[in-house]
DNA sequence: CTGGAAACGGAGCAGGCGTTCCGCTGTGGG
DNA sequence: CCCACAGCGGAACGCCTGCTCCGTTTCCAG
């Protein structure tokens, strides 16, 4: 019923995301059309093909990314303890920034790309919120400390992802220290 | 004896670095030769006359930044407050962040652009470390924080300059007060 | 005032990017 | 088995970048 397209077309279709998945992870954003392509061993008119514009693979890529965070949220509103489950929200995005260079684009890069995830980003700030809400309540968090607060703190985290790989395992490490010790009663 | 140049060459040189001062910290370091050039009012080889390369062009630009950072820490070691000291710093150096986009780059620039400033990060990380020395003596950091986790809190805002401008300078001051909260005995 | 060196401006070059075009290839329904 | 056509690869286009070349202008010492 489904099957409209070739058999090799669809094959080449997963090639091309697997490799700009490990790209985009490996290299960042910027790696240019041609260089995914050759790691998918394909011509770029088969890229073009299936993605008819780079911005367009770059979403299809960092939509998985992102509901990676989204579903890590939800799964940690599972967690009975308030402050596990909100630290441990912190330390695994920080430990997701720094095994994926591409993760801090979809949040920070300029509207073009983040726009299209929205709807993701309301989703993940929802279950953020009902996360910092328990906390609050268990009286684990400082005064004045709000969601707000913690989103800017995933964002700081985020951001450092730019640093030369050779330091920024270390200080996005201290920084979601930080950020916790910042957010603690 | 000094005056080897013509005075106009010596007049352009100064237009165009004023030109890329100001082009660097609205726009960011990714503006155009051409742009500065146009901006300064001569012509692309006026440009390369003074700075033979882009890179020349952006150290001498970014050299005046670092230097303001450094001298902003030498100037806190005046003061006998020590939590006023250091937390002064950190957010005077974020109000620095918000208003000019340059300087970020030269803290996290790839190797290329931030490696000529070695010897002022050093210059900035004994200053700092005398800052932290005192307010840990004065009891007022939180037990086993130490300069490497304010360079950290530094770094960490200095990143959120990337942030789309609406959003950024409201997630610096947030990130600024976490960063302070999270040090803080 | 004047001439020659210093300095100038902008067209042009090389190279990298995203994207398109088009002649060939190989898949799979009849 | 066969051939129409979906699908392919890679050369080529247009644009943008950093940087250079060279004929022309401007300064200023004598």
Redesign the interface.
Known sequence: MSQIQRADARSNRDRVVAAAREAFASAGLEVPMREVARRAGVGVATLYRHFPTRTELVATVLAERVDDCTVQVRRALDDPDPWRALSGVVREFAERQIHDRALNEAL?G??EVSAAFQRERREHAQALNVLVVRARAAGVL?DGVDA??VR??L???A??R???AATSAR?IG??A???????RA
Do not use: T
Request: charged share 25%; no cysteine.
């Open positions: 920070l300029p509207g400082r707000d607060d800017a703190g964002l700081a985290i951001s450092l730019r640093l030369p200080v201290r920084v220290d930080l950020v916790l010790a910042g957010i």
